[in-house]
């Protein structure tokens, strides 16, 4: 297994090869990132397991909501996101934020598991991992 720097730089190359660009600046205390468009943003100041959370959770976002058709209100887009969150530190043997047991996909709409399998399978790919449906 490979550690979590290495994961982080992994990811960081996805972005760049997929062309969207990542970057650290300022966000409030309470914000670990930002997505928008073709731009990530990360705190710095993160502890490593905290870096590679946000940014498979920014880079969720960034897969599975951009040119999204009828946007969805924020909480479904926000479901998602940490669903695939979840899914991808499980494969990665790493703890979840938040330490949930129950299944990241269940009280998610069809719709919305597509995108959470489409998007965990993009991240671990892009990881070297394996990504095998929950």
Known sequence: MAAIPDYIRS???YVERHGA???RTSLPEWVHG??????IVLRPGLDPQQELTALV???AHWLAHRGVGAP???TVYEYE????????MARLGLPRSGGQDDDPTDDLLSASVT???WASSRICDALGVEFSKP
Do not use: Y
């Open 11 to 13: 990811l960081e190359s």
């Open 21 to 23: 660009r990542l970057v």
């Open 34 to 39: 930002s997505a928008s468009h073709d731009l």
């Open 57 to 59: 959770h920014e880079l």
């Open 72 to 74: 969805q209100p924020s």
């Open 81 to 88: 996101a940490e669903a695939v969150e979840a899914l991808v």
């Open 115 to 117: 995108r959470v399998i």
